[in-house]
């Protein structure tokens, strides 16, 4: 069986037929698709799209096929992918120097999350439990990231990764909080200096690592993924030298159901370069001796509604594309959304809330939902 015809079979347990009729099926417009797709794998897969050669009408679902069927696990491993894990299990891809490179890829890209996110430009899943609209569900999200720590007025908490300023911005204007967060992109740290003047809050452009200071609680929202596996001790470490003894620290992160050194290679060469997403395994080794885990949530399924309402945002946001660049880059940022919700719809990702303390809490932890 030639790998084409491989591919084909492959396909059909999950329902998915070359030019079929659903949704979902993939529709092939230059047969070179398969010599790029054998070549190099799922970036092949995804310079594809990008370039116009296949499309799926619905292309979040036809993701969640593939990967509920596990049907990437059956693909043998492409040399740039090969080298991709060698090379991330030699070298440290999130230096201080090397974690910049996320927010001059990617997080510069502010049009474009403004035409995506919700009003106060919160960048990671919203927490749809009783509403139907992204902006209520966010604020949603940051409400309960408040109340698991426990939050009150005057108390000073730390953003590790604090994006353009939406939980500082919210627990400020909600709790009478202090707020001082980090990030390594400038654009982030003027939006939301300009967003929030006048309130209690603080941008400082740097990395985690080179912070100073101490804080009642600390938080982090979709920053953990960006951290590295060699770097989740250090990350911890500075986290435990930064909060106070009594204080909470609220870790939301996407997760993984095994450990890796890697990300999928689409998504490191145009969204996230150097990311990693953390397992259980990785995140308790890291912790070992430092926090205790008072508290650990599953919101994962709430990501596949989040990057769809992003989706149909920008849709509805983002001007019409005039030239062969502007339309590349309008199908990179929808294959990224959409393949991303056809992972979190399959259950292969999950997102994970923790809430640790340095050593238990006294009186007891009153969980927040």
């Known amino acids: 069986m030639d790998q084409k015809s491989?591919?084909?079979?492959?396909?059909?347990?999950?329902?998915?037929?070359?030019?079929?009729?659903?949704?979902?099926?993939?529709q092939i417009h230059n047969e070179g698709f398969w010599n790029r797709l054998f070549a190099q794998g799922s970036l092949g897969l995804?310079?594809?799209?990008?370039?116009?050669?296949?499309?799926?009408?619905?292309?979040?679902e036809f993701f969640n096929r593939v990967l509920g069927a596990r049907i990437d696990q059956s693909i043998e491993l492409t040399p740039g992918f090969f080298?991709?894990?060698?090379?991330?299990r030699i070298l440290n891809m999130q230096t201080l120097s090397r974690s910049r490179r996320v927010a001059e890829m990617h997080y510069s890209e502010t049009d474009a999350y403004k035409a995506t996110l919700d009003a106060r430009m919160t960048g990671s899943c919203a927490?749809?439990?009783?509403?139907?609209?992204?902006?209520?569900?966010?604020?949603?999200?940051l409400d309960l990231v408040c109340r698991k720590i426990g939050l009150k007025a005057g108390q000073k908490v730390w953003d590790i990764g604090c994006g353009w300023g939406a939980f500082?911005?919210?627990?400020?204007?909600?709790?009478?909080?202090?707020?001082?967060?980090?990030?390594?992109?400038?654009?982030?740290?003027?939006?939301?200096?300009?967003?929030?003047?006048?309130?209690?809050?603080?941008?400082?452009?740097?990395d985690y690592r080179e912070f100073e200071g101490k804080a009642d609680h600390v938080?982090?929202?979709?920053?953990?993924?960006?951290?590295?596996?060699?770097?989740?001790?250090?990350?911890?470490?500075?986290?435990?030298?930064?909060i106070k003894d009594d204080g909470l620290f609220m870790l939301h992160t996407i997760g993984a159901q095994e450990t890796t050194q890697t990300i999928e290679p689409w998504l490191d060469k145009y969204i996230f370069p150097g990311g990693v997403i953390p397992s259980m395994a990785q995140?308790?080794?890291?912790?070992?001796?430092?926090?205790?885990?008072?508290?650990?949530?599953?919101?994962?399924?709430?990501?596949d509604r989040t990057l769809m309402a992003w989706h149909e945002n920008f849709e509805a946001r983002w001007p019409k594309p005039t030239?062969?660049?502007?339309?590349r880059f309008h199908r990179m940022w929808k294959y990224y959304l959409l393949c991303c919700a056809g992972a979190f719809r399959a259950r292969v990702l999950q997102v994970w809330q923790f809430v640790f303390s340095t050593a238990g809490v006294p009186e007891g932890y009153r969980t927040a939902r």
């Open 6 to 26: 491989k591919i084909i079979s492959l396909l059909e347990p999950a329902g998915i037929t070359i030019n079929g009729p659903n949704a979902w099926d993939p």
């Open 46 to 60: 995804g310079e594809a799209y990008m370039d116009g050669w296949w499309d799926a009408a619905d292309l979040a």
């Open 83 to 88: 080298w991709q894990v060698v090379r991330a």
């Open 127 to 141: 927490y749809w439990e009783g509403v139907d609209d992204l902006d209520a569900a966010q604020e949603g999200k």
């Open 168 to 206: 500082m911005g919210f627990a400020a204007e909600k709790y009478g909080a202090g707020c001082v967060g980090v990030t390594v992109s400038p654009d982030q740290a003027a939006y939301g200096r300009e967003r929030y003047k006048g309130l209690p809050v603080e941008f400082q452009v740097k």
């Open 219 to 242: 938080v982090s929202m979709g920053m953990f993924e960006h951290v590295g596996y060699k770097n989740y001790r250090t990350y911890f470490e500075t986290a435990r030298r930064v």
């Open 283 to 303: 995140i308790g080794a890291a912790i070992d001796g430092l926090f205790t885990v008072i508290d650990v949530h599953n919101i994962g399924p709430h990501y």
């Open 323 to 327: 030239n062969a660049g502007e339309e």
